[in-house]
């Protein structure tokens, strides 16, 4: 019945714009033409709820003197004509039937007419059957929910994508110049889309009256190669952003190195560095990601390197340059209790619900440690994960510990692999006391028992050909800049 009145409405809009706009073409009309058209227009009778009326035929009725030209009678006129040509008070063909609870039925006119105000009734009510859309850029000190509240946003809408976005956690980490992009349809919320940079994207859709699903959207784009090279005057930061790298990359390859040299004590002035780094691209514009490839510094008479090879940094000889991942975050006597799944539904209402973790049966206040070296990132209490730790682990890798009862580091502390971190617990929205861990390998999700992670120590022979092929492209890179 909705979409039965909604196109009653758009017809009875739509006769109104063309009237109007003929009304005006008819008074441009010399007399001669407007008489000879007459007999033309008379001799088609219709009515305003034909669906195949033309504006030509409703202009038949009319108590004037005015009428348009035979040619204006072969096409009907364009449905963008501007409301603004519309009269406060039309008078219209009495013999038209009108329905009595429309918003255009006037029973105090003489004829039925219509009104300024009944126009924009008409309107409204049309707004509401177009998508809507809302670009918000996200400032310093915004919280989502004050962002809901701001817009008028549903509590309701903001809770169910709180809940799906457990999956992702992106919505937890909102920083000022990303975009928010809401689209509401007949004053719902039907999607939103948060514009984390050019090429990653996570999009929350309305599914029926059961909630939102999510969906990550990541571009590959173009990953360009930088070379630098420079040389040591006072500090390697302020070097190394004299030769062109960023204090983000200067600070990383410090934490890369930092157990094969001490930057401010070591390294003296005259010493030498290149590094490699590759951007992304989207077209020509940058998205702001961006990997150290290698890295090769001259320390007076030694040199201390690292080379990206499949997901984990080496030195010249093959050995890992980082400490390798173990694969579990708590004692191996905690049994597995849900698996990694990136396809479970959800068993009531049938939306999608991955499992991006894995879950292990412990007690509240077991001891949670990291499973690699690297630095927290996020400490937070979310309303689903409950507390939670997110530690970056280089470039490549993130780990996440969901539903804790304490957190036993900081954001900003550097952390080994093998300290103890966190307690268990039961936080956010649980079943009971567990353990859900996460690992991310380049912005997605992987199951962390069985992901090709660097467990090992050194290069595998099976690989130290290919190893050695990428350690000379990398030389060839700086020998040609």
Do not use: C
């Amino acid at each position: 019945m909705s979409s039965i009145k909604n196109n009653k409405l758009q017809l009875v809009l739509m006769w109104v714009l063309l009237t109007s706009v003929l009304l005006g073409i008819v008074a441009l009309l010399p007399v001669g033409d407007k008489v000879e058209a007459s007999a033309e227009i008379k001799a088609a009778p219709m009515t305003a709820e034909d669906p195949q009326i033309t504006s030509a035929a409703l202009l038949s009725n009319q108590k004037s003197n005015k009428e348009p030209a035979p040619e204006l009678l072969s096409e009907p006129v364009s449905e963008t004509a501007s409301t603004a040509s519309v009269d406060s008070a039309i008078p219209v063909a009495t013999d038209l039937t009108y329905d009595p609870e429309s918003p255009l039925y006037d029973a105090n006119a003489q004829g039925a007419t219509v009104t300024e105000s009944a126009v924009a009734s008409i309107a409204a009510e049309l707004a509401k059957a177009y998508p809507k859309t809302i670009n918000y850029v996200i400032q310093k000190g915004d919280t989502l929910g004050a962002i809901f509240a701001q817009l008028d946003l549903s509590q309701t809408s903001l809770y169910q994508i709180l809940e799906v976005d457990l999956n992702v956690l992106a919505l937890d980490s909102i920083k000022p110049g990303q975009t928010l992009v809401f689209t509401e349809f007949e004053g719902e919320l039907t999607r939103l889309e948060l514009q984390i940079s050019l090429a990653h994207q996570v999009v929350y859709k309305r599914s029926g009256d059961n909630g939102f699903e999510f969906e990550q959207i990541t571009l590959d784009g173009e990953w360009r190669e930088h070379s630098y090279i420079g040389k040591v005057e006072y500090s390697f930061a302020g070097s190394a952003k004299t030769a062109g790298l960023s204090l983000f990359e200067a600070q990383f390859i410090a934490s890369l190195l930092k157990d094969k040299i001490n930057f401010s004590r070591d390294l003296r002035s005259g010493d030498t560095f290149k590094v490699l780094v590759s951007r992304q691209y989207i077209g020509d514009e940058r998205t702001g990601e961006n990997r150290i490839d290698a890295v090769s510094i001259n320390n007076r008479s030694r040199n201390i390197s690292a080379y990206l090879y499949e997901g984990a940094y080496y030195d010249e000889a093959g050995l890992s340059i980082e400490r390798a991942f173990v694969r579990r975050p708590v004692s191996s006597k905690y049994r597995i209790s849900s698996s990694f799944n990136p396809n479970r539904t959800h068993p009531v209402t049938g939306l999608l619900r991955p499992h991006n973790g894995t879950d292990f049966a412990v007690p509240i206040g077991t001891p949670i440690y990291a499973t690699g070296d690297g630095v927290v990132s996020r400490v937070l209490n979310h309303k689903y994960a409950g507390l939670y730790i997110e530690i970056s682990n280089g470039q490549t890798y993130r780990t996440r510990f969901l539903h804790l009862s304490k957190v036993l580091v900081k954001k900003g502390q550097r952390i080994k692999r093998g300290q103890k971190i966190a307690l268990s617990g039961n936080s956010g929205r649980t079943t009971g006391a567990h353990l859900h861990y996460e690992l991310h390998m380049r912005g997605r999700a992987v199951n962390a028992m069985t992901a090709d992670i660097p467990i090992a120590t050194a290069i595998e022979k099976k690989q130290q050909a290919a190893f050695k092929l990428a350690l000379s492209n990398y030389h060839a890179a700086w020998k040609e800049s």
